[in-house]
């Protein structure tokens, strides 16, 4: 029989929970900071909760040792969490490009399904209190909470990162596994709206768009990525933009967008000319319609440095190839990310070379286990990083079974 206390009630934490429940003759509390379980993952997916991705992989993975994650994603891929839910009641869907959802579309009824096998596998929740102590002696680990102190066989460290902190993102579980002489790397904001030289950005906002994106700096690549793009009126946003995120929080960049992807210039080029041939009283303003949002069409003809207001039939062929370059590769000078307060994940966290990838118990002090956010260890966007939370989870509540 063992006590075992786990420190943090979100997606980890909870997958925790319940896996450490399932020895019977085990003793499982579950302890909250927020006043309920659960919070940010309420907030995942814009609400939807992308609970994985089929296509996750160790490639979609950043840190200082990306294959720690291996064992973990093994023991449970995404095909598991699916039949795990399914077993707890939830009915899911994927969708384009392997992301997972709730058939429901709501990220309540994952947490509900939660909560019910919570209380079904006897957990006792104590949401409302923080832990502020974690320590060993006498062979015995003693975890002390603004309300309690309570001695116990396993700890699990499950408190998430920094990221969301009007959600609930916070510093605690930094904290306590350093007071146990882990160490922890530098931390940053990631899947973050990028901040960026604002001309264009502030009267596109609102605007989105399928892009291709380049991360250039010092003109090396740091990054590329795909997917849907949506200007701000700091920058740029959405999951193309998350994805490169992580890199442009630790040292800016240049972008670089194609706004027409899937179209190779030589066809751009033709679809230009022959709207300057059929249409030569158009304005240039309106000479992407049909391709690009109308404000975002604009916005590229006065990067190129043409006047909205002109006639395209008086374009020179210089003009023509100026604006087909800027379409498909539009520069924006990155200036940094928004803060960890709108950021989805944290990147960095307590060094994973402390812990055994296996169990993910601490090399450091025996029966500490750690798993999710907390961790060096952060996904792509698309489901990934709930991935690793729920198969870290499961790692941690087998308690170095």
Same mark, same amino acid.
């Given at each position: 029989?063992?006590?075992?206390?786990?420190?943090?009630?979100?997606?980890?934490?909870?997958?925790?929970?319940?896996?450490?429940?399932?020895?019977?003759?085990?003793?499982?509390?579950?302890?909250?900071?927020?006043?309920?379980?659960?919070?940010?993952?309420?907030?995942?997916?814009?609400? !939807?909760?992308?609970?994985?991705?089929?296509?996750?992989? *160790? %490639?979609?993975?950043?840190?200082?040792?990306?294959?720690?994650? *291996?064992? $973990?994603?093994?023991?449970?891929?995404?095909?598991?969490?699916?039949?795990?839910?399914?077993?707890?009641?939830?009915?899911?869907?994927?969708?384009?490009?392997?992301?997972?959802?709730?058939?429901?579309?709501?990220?309540?009824?994952?947490?509900?399904?939660?909560?019910?096998?919570?209380?079904?596998?006897?957990?006792?929740?104590?949401?409302?209190?923080?832990?502020? !102590?974690?320590?060993?002696?006498?062979?015995?680990?003693?975890?002390?909470?603004?309300?309690?102190?309570?001695?116990?066989?396993?700890?699990?460290?499950?408190?998430?990162?920094?990221?969301?902190?009007?959600?609930?993102?916070?510093?605690?579980?930094?904290?306590?596994? $350093?007071?146990?002489?882990?160490?922890?790397?530098?931390?940053?904001?990631?899947?973050?709206?990028?901040?960026?030289?604002?001309?264009?950005? &502030?009267?596109?906002?609102?605007? &989105?768009?399928?892009?291709?994106?380049? *991360?250039? !700096?010092?003109?090396?690549?740091?990054?590329? $990525?795909?997917?849907?793009?949506?200007?701000?009126?700091?920058?740029?946003?959405?999951?193309?933009?998350?994805?490169?995120?992580?890199?442009?929080?630790?040292?800016?960049?240049?972008?670089?967008?194609?706004? /027409?992807?899937?179209?190779?210039?030589?066809?751009?080029?033709?679809?230009?000319?022959?709207?300057?041939? /059929?249409?030569?009283?158009?304005?240039?303003?309106?000479?992407?319609?049909?391709?690009?949002?109308? &404000?975002?069409?604009?916005?590229?003809?006065?990067?190129?440095?043409?006047?909205?207001?002109?006639?395209?039939?008086?374009?020179?062929?210089r003009d023509v190839?100026? *604006?087909?370059?800027?379409? %498909?590769?539009?520069?924006?000078?990155?200036?940094?990310?928004?803060?960890?307060?709108?950021?989805?994940?944290?990147?960095?966290?307590?060094?994973?070379?402390?812990?055994d990838p296996d169990?993910?118990?601490?090399?450091?002090?025996?029966?500490?286990?750690?798993?999710?956010?907390v961790l060096d260890?952060?996904?792509?966007?698309?489901?990934?990083? /709930?991935?690793?939370?729920?198969?870290?989870?499961?790692?941690?509540?087998?308690?170095?079974?």
């Amino acid at each position: 029989m063992k006590k075992v206390v786990i420190i943090g009630g979100g997606a980890s934490g909870m997958a925790a929970a319940l896996t450490a429940a399932e020895g019977k003759e085990n003793t499982v509390i579950l302890l909250e900071r927020q006043s309920r379980v659960g919070r940010k993952l309420l907030a995942t997916g814009n609400g !939807r909760c992308n609970l994985t991705n089929t296509g996750a992989a *160790l %490639k979609n993975y950043h840190g200082q040792n990306p294959a720690f994650a *291996l064992p $973990s994603l093994q023991a449970f891929p995404p095909e598991e969490v699916i039949t795990w839910f399914r077993s707890l009641g939830l009915v899911t869907t994927e969708q384009y490009g392997g992301r997972v959802f709730p058939l429901s579309e709501s990220a309540g009824s994952v947490l509900d399904v939660l909560r019910f096998a919570l209380a079904s596998a006897g957990v006792a929740v104590h949401a409302g209190e923080t832990a502020k !102590r974690l320590e060993k002696s006498d062979g015995k680990l003693t975890v002390t909470t603004d309300l309690a102190v309570y001695r116990a066989d396993a700890v699990i460290v499950a408190c998430g990162g920094k990221a969301g902190g009007k959600l609930g993102g916070v510093s605690d579980g930094y904290d306590l596994l $350093s007071s146990l002489g882990h160490r922890c790397t530098p931390l940053y904001p990631a899947l973050v709206p990028l901040k960026t030289d604002t001309d264009f950005p &502030r009267s596109l906002k609102g605007v &989105r768009a399928e892009a291709a994106i380049r *991360l250039v !700096r010092g003109g090396k690549l740091c990054g590329k $990525s795909r997917g849907e793009l949506q200007f701000t009126e700091k920058g740029v946003s959405g999951p193309a933009a998350f994805d490169l995120s992580r890199e442009a929080s630790v040292g800016g960049g240049e972008l670089i967008l194609d706004f /027409l992807p899937d179209l190779p210039e030589e066809e751009v080029l033709t679809l230009l000319c022959r709207r300057q041939e /059929l249409s030569p009283e158009l304005e240039n303003g309106s000479i992407f319609a049909g391709m690009l949002h109308s &404000r975002l069409g604009m916005a590229v003809v006065r990067a190129s440095g043409l006047r909205p207001s002109g006639n395209i039939g008086e374009l020179t062929a210089r003009d023509v190839s100026a *604006l087909l370059q800027t379409a %498909k590769a539009f520069c924006l000078c990155v200036t940094g990310t928004d803060s960890f307060d709108n950021a989805q994940i944290t990147a960095g966290g307590i060094c994973t070379d402390g812990f055994d990838p296996d169990t993910l118990e601490s090399r450091l002090v025996p029966g500490v286990f750690a798993c999710g956010e907390v961790l060096d260890l952060d996904g792509d966007c698309g489901g990934y990083n /709930l991935q690793w939370a729920w198969a870290s989870g499961r790692k941690a509540g087998r308690l170095g079974a």
